[in-house]
């Protein structure tokens, strides 16, 4: 438990390192007007602070500067997240207000935008599938118990996928089933097939079909595959302006990372409820053990569609970050309750 003179000068120590980078002294916090405290006693504290894990000692410096420990602290109890500008509202909604053609633009536009913002790298998950719609779906069998499922979009997309169905599944009930599908399910978009599936088409099924539950699984996993994300940047290089990241081979070994879209959506995904912090060593990840990812979703239809994510410095503006991530969350997901009900 810190006392409160320890709680005072802690946020005090992570609010001056996230905006100078240069470790803190303890007349520097000494000479703040909210501090009342002589500079000997606050070196008293800062002394223990860094024994309780809360503040790291640079071998160069007299000062300190804040752990991973010292940030999650602040980040969990002692920030406060800063009041966006009506400025700053007024050019987020505007930008992604554009009357762009299609729903990938918003997202792109949302990674950039939030980069530069911000000045990290963001990174916004998203499904390819806003604007496809179902045209037909086939199932072809191809031996005792595997067929060929066929799904084809409005764009002219096909996708193939092999299915297996126990042998006693009749193929009458195949036949029944495709022509389910096609009927109830034509023109539906690609984002909400798996949720239609299992909402309306598994009541028609169960009077049609013998053994439709075993079908009813197979094609949910078909339409669940079809669900795959794209992982879109914003400021790639933004990484290149932060003081604690001058070597080249550090630098160099996160950027190559930005080519495994697979990888980094893994890291980035979340689907919890409002905004996910994960400092450092909390990733889980190495190369990002010195990094801080900020998470936030947005939906559509109050489902989940996507991951809003910005990958900076452990010493991140955090009040700031978190101001902007929750906006930006809800503003993406009218925007695009909005195009989809266009």
């Known amino acids: 438990m810190l006392t409160e003179r320890q709680l005072a000068i802690l946020k005090a120590i992570v609010d001056d390192y996230i905006v100078h980078a240069e470790p803190v002294g303890s007349r520097t916090i000494s000479k703040r007007n909210d501090m009342a405290f002589s500079p000997a006693t606050i070196r008293n504290e800062m002394s223990d602070l860094e024994e309780l894990g809360f503040l790291e000692k640079p071998h160069s410096s007299a000062g300190r500067i804040p752990s991973q420990k010292g940030y999650r602290y602040y980040v969990d109890h002692l920030l406060s997240p800063s009041k966006l500008s009506s400025r700053d509202m007024a050019d987020i909604h505007s930008r992604l207000a554009l009357q762009f053609r299609e729903s990938e633009q918003v997202i792109q536009q949302s990674a950039k935008v939030l980069s530069q913002l911000t000045s990290y790298t963001s990174i916004v998950l998203g499904p390819e599938v806003f604007e496809s719609r179902l045209s037909q779906i086939q199932l072809i069998p191809i031996s005792g118990d595997q067929a060929v499922m066929i799904i084809v979009t409005d764009s002219g997309h096909v996708e193939n996928q092999t299915v297996h169905f126990?042998?006693?599944v009749s193929a009458q009930d195949v036949e029944r089933v495709v022509n389910i599908l096609?009927?109830?399910l034509r023109g539906v978009p690609i984002y909400r097939l798996?949720?239609?599936?299992?909402?309306?088409?598994?009541d028609v099924l169960k009077k049609y079909v013998t053994k439709y539950e075993t079908m009813l699984h197979t094609i949910g996993q078909v339409f669940?595959?079809?669900?795959?994300e794209k992982v879109y940047y914003g400021g790639k290089t933004n990484i290149l302006s932060q003081p604690e990241f001058h070597d080249v081979d550090r630098v160099r070994s996160i950027l190559n990372l930005f080519e495994e879209d697979a990888l980094i959506s893994r890291l980035i995904r979340s689907e919890?409820?409002?905004?996910t912090i994960r400092i450092g060593a909390e990733n889980d990840f190495e190369p990002f053990s010195d990094l801080s990812i900020v998470t936030a979703t947005y939906t559509l239809e109050g489902k989940y569609v996507g991951t809003i994510g910005l990958l900076?410095?452990?010493?991140?503006?955090?009040?700031r970050v978190i101001s902007l991530m929750d906006y930006f969350a809800k503003d993406m997901t009218q925007m695009l309750s909005r195009r989809q009900s266009d």
């Open 182 to 184: 096609n009927d109830r």
């Open 194 to 202: 798996q949720q239609k599936l299992s909402q309306e088409i598994a």
């Open 224 to 228: 669940a595959d079809q669900q795959q």
């Open 166 to 168: 126990p042998e006693s």
């Open 312 to 319: 900076g410095p452990t010493r991140m503006e955090y009040p």
């Open 272 to 275: 919890d409820e409002g905004l």
